[in-house]
């Protein structure tokens, strides 16, 4: 981000306009960023989405709205937007009118934290990690207000289960998270890119020593978003929508672009810690090549370095797709069997395995 | 406090099938009691009978239960001719055969896709439709429409099939085993349905004969009771089958009880074709429909449809039209028997086992 | 037997993840219409100079959907389309053919009125 602020500062200056006003005005910058590719990543997802559905079940998907149905998301929105927000009778206003804010603005404060590109890091803390675990704990307190301040039975229901459901899936997350701090001595996300970055390119990703931690924290993922085959929460088969059963229009649309904006930082958040973010797959920028002569080689090295963490994400999602087309729904007792006798032993098991692997073969733990 | 939760299901609801209503009461989320109430969708089916010729009913029957169109109006059809003393030429009841078969199989591809959708795994629904699609196209060839299909008639069926139907009728049989075994890779074995299924919703054989459950639900429930076996009507009494059976009587069992019923069906077709290919005949129907003259009498006619028995029970006075007709379908007692399988359940099982008893409200309230 | 599980499951993920290099089977219905077979059952058709005015449609009609009326020299066809429930039994049971399914499925209308067909053998602009 130093690199970014000196440009800003500099730009200003070249037209006479103080620094104390660039100080103040650029923490907006990466606000207005964030902002805006949340919709448009949203956007992308929801598109993406029912294309990938339809393409797993021999359908076209949206084809009517623009061409290949590019426009079909955006009138969806348009649609949202205009709809009337129905008072609900006996809920309670105050915390029906806040919660989907709740659930939205952790998700937001989560797309800070990932390092886009060595420079494109809007939240550069020594512990990311930690942040990262506190902030994706906070949108399921947003959910239980929605479910509590319905005044519907099936918005209880829902509520109450992905409560319960998160309780369970976090311990597991904190332990793969664990490993992965013990295998790049660093809690900041930027280091742990960099502990990934070797002579022997892929095979440096932190995936290969903890292939069982990557298992783990992938299906702990599907449950933090309530996905299938972990939508308990708002099991349409079962509770209408769950908790977000008499929500419409706006504050609707804000729980389905929370939903889809999570889905789309965890699985840049997982890329990050277990395929080495933003590096490249080639183990070699591809900028390099082309443009080595060239004075922007930086600058167009910060764009390859997204465009690489994009391709990651996009598989990692397109994985999360692939799962919801195939898996049937779990039932209550096994959602919770699963985490407690399942995945938390065995990610206890994988951090102790980690410990010595990092013990033994690279020599010391720190 | 009052810790317990009466929730109605229904009677709009995404997978009540219809619109039936379940007064559920939840302590959290286990059954205390269940209480189905039927009758939102009365169309007075018996009652229109009564106003009408016998012609006349007749495209109605269609509507008794619209995915098994061509049992009710076998059951109807069979026991006009009773009451007549006709004899049905053979290859017309080859061709009824045949297309009650064929039937058979597009209405359990319906309830599989819908099973599959109440359990949470959207693709399969897909998959079944798309193969149930072929068979309307089938159908629509020869009767002129793919629901409501007004073929059989009093004492046979309206026009004789032609060669190249039967030749796409092989051709789908040939095809429809590889879809089977698709649906098989991604749903027996998959410990998520596995576990949503087995030991879920027990009806005890004693039970379901207490409630005179029939159909691939009591063979589920290790009673080989198959009317087509052990009273065979129309022309089955000719064809090889074996019946599907199984000891399990939970989910699971219906789940596999219908899939090989498939595989029965998909034989006897062959067999159909077969002798349709080889044989002609004359006549397909040797009575005028429209001079009818109906003997006094009563005559109760039985059909294994693909939810169990139905009876259609006709009296008659002499008069053009009946005095009173009965029908006894077979989702009427599975629904009854709904309470006794999900007591002590989770809620979300409620879903699994009704959807598992293949259920749809038309028939029921007829 | 964990492996069997696990085994299930990545065979049921490559099972439907196969579907995705199959033949599309989305029909584009306005642009692109399904080939209708032969005798395909849409809204009834009335043949004036077939039609011998004998009622039968009336008589088998399981909903009361057509009538036909006698004058001194022509023959009223009158159709409820909003009744009709496109059984066929008109066509299938009158003698001299005169009431044919068309090919026609696409009777949404913008009002009820629409949906009652009159003729009479008298116009000429019967089709």
């Known amino acids: 981000m130093n690199y970014l602020y000196f440009l800003y500062i500099q730009f200003l200056l070249n037209h006479n306009i103080p620094k104390i006003f660039g100080d103040i005005t650029f923490p907006f910058i990466p606000f207005c960023i964030v902002a805006a590719m949340i919709i448009f990543v949203v956007l992308v997802l929801v598109l993406l989405e029912r294309k990938v559905l339809a393409l797993f079940t021999q359908r076209k998907g949206p084809n009517r709205v623009g061409p290949w149905g590019m426009f079909q998301t955006i009138a969806d929105a348009i649609k949202l937007l205009c709809k009337q927000n129905i008072d609900i009778l006996g809920s309670d206003k105050f915390l029906f009118n806040i919660a989907p804010i709740v659930v939205f603005v952790p998700v937001m404060m989560l797309w800070g934290i990932i390092p886009y590109s060595s420079e494109f890091v809007f939240m550069n803390f020594s512990v990311s990690v930690l942040l990262y675990i506190s902030i994706a704990a906070l949108p399921v307190i947003g959910i239980i207000l929605s479910g509590y301040a319905s005044n519907s039975k099936y918005s209880l229901i829902g509520a109450m289960r992905s409560g319960a459901q998160i309780i369970s899936y976090e311990l597991p997350i904190m332990f793969v998270l664990l490993s992965i701090v013990a295998l790049s001595s660093s809690m900041n996300l930027k280091d742990i890119v960099y502990s990934q970055l070797g002579e022997g390119a892929i095979l440096c990703w932190h995936v290969f020593p903890c292939i069982v931690g990557f298992i783990i924290i992938f299906i702990c993922m599907l449950a933090e978003l309530n996905r299938c085959p972990f939508d308990l929460p708002e099991a349409e088969s079962e509770l209408v929508a769950g908790y977000n059963t008499e929500y419409s229009g706006m504050r609707f649309a804000l729980f389905f672009l929370a939903e889809y904006a999570l889905m789309f930082i965890m699985a840049a958040f997982l890329a990050t810690l277990f395929w080495g973010g933003y590096l490249p797959i080639t183990g070699k920028y591809i900028s390099e090549i082309f443009f080595s002569d060239n004075q922007f080689l930086p600058v167009f090295i910060y764009f390859e370095q997204f465009f690489w963490l994009m391709i990651k994400t996009f598989i990692l999602v397109f994985l999360f797709m692939l799962v919801r087309a195939t898996l049937p729904r779990l039932g209550t007792q096994s959602l919770m069997k699963l985490s407690w006798y399942l995945l938390l032993p065995l990610s206890m098991i994988n951090f102790i395995v980690i410990i010595i692997f990092k013990y033994f073969i690279e020599g010391g733990v720190l | ?366 | 037997m964990f492996l069997n599980k696990l085994k299930a499951i990545i065979e049921g993920h490559f099972t439907v993840f196969k579907h995705s290099f199959k033949k599309r089977i989305t029909q584009e219905y306005p642009e692109v219409k399904q080939d209708l077979p032969e005798n395909f059952r849409g809204v009834p058709d009335w043949y004036a100079e077939k039609c011998i005015a004998c009622k039968i449609c009336e008589k088998v009609c399981p909903a009361n959907a057509v009538r036909i009326e006698k004058g001194v020299d022509n023959v009223k066809f009158g159709l409820n389309l909003s009744k009709c429930i496109i059984c066929g039994n008109c066509a299938y049971n009158c003698p001299k053919n005169a009431i044919i399914m068309s090919k026609n499925y696409e009777t949404a209308v913008a009002s009820k009125s629409l949906l009652i067909i009159e003729k009479n053998s008298k116009d000429n602009n019967y089709e």
């Open chain 2, 1 to 366: 406090m009052n810790k317990i939760i009466k929730l109605n299901v229904g009677p709009q609801h995404p997978s009540t099938h219809g619109v039936l209503r379940l007064i559920t009461e939840l302590d959290g989320e286990k059954i205390l009691s269940v209480e189905p109430v039927v009758g939102y969708l009365h169309r007075g089916m018996e009652k229109l009978a009564e106003n009408r010729s016998y012609l006349q009913y007749l495209p109605m029957v269609d509507r008794v239960d619209y995915l098994g169109s061509f049992f009710t109006s076998y059951a109807y059809c069979n026991a006009v001719e009773k009451l007549l003393f006709v004899e049905v030429p053979k290859r017309a009841e080859y061709i009824r055969m045949l297309c009650m078969e064929l039937n058979r199989i597009a209405s359990h591809l319906l309830w599989l896709g819908t099973f599959m959708l109440d359990l949470g795994a959207s693709s399969p629904l897909f998959y079944c439709f798309r193969d149930r699609e072929v068979i309307l196209s089938l159908f629509e060839e020869l009767t002129g429409q793919r629901m409501m299909y007004n073929y059989f008639v009093f004492g046979g069926v309206r026009h004789d099939v032609s060669d190249d139907w039967l030749c796409k009728v092989s051709s789908f049989i040939a095809n429809l085993p590889k879809s089977i075994s698709d649906y098989e890779k991604i749903i027996t074995e998959n410990p998520i349905f596995l576990d949503r299924t087995l030991n879920k919703g027990i009806l005890k054989p004693q039970t379901a004969l207490q409630f005179s459950v029939t159909g691939p639900n009591l063979r589920a429930s290790g009673v080989e009771v198959d009317y087509r076996k052990v009273m065979p009507y129309s022309v089955y009494g000719d064809v090889d089958f074996v019946i599907s059976e199984s000891n399990r009587c939970d989910s699971y069992a219906r789940y596999l009880v219908r899939i090989q019923e498939m595989k029965t069906s998909l034989d006897i077709v062959k067999q159909a074709v077969l002798y349709l290919k080889n044989n002609s005949d004359n006549y397909l129907t040797k009575i005028n429909s429209l001079n009818l003259k109906i003997p006094e009498g009563e005559y109760t006619s039985y059909v294994e449809s693909s939810r169990g028995l139905l009876n259609c029970y006709i009296k008659s006075d002499g008069s053009p039209k009946p005095y009173r007709v009965k029908w006894r379908t077979g989702s009427y007692y599975s629904v009854q028997v709904l309470p006794e399988l999900v007591k002590g359940l989770n809620y979300n099982d409620l879903i699994a086992v009704f959807g598992s008893l293949d259920v749809i409200m038309p028939e029921v309230d007829r």
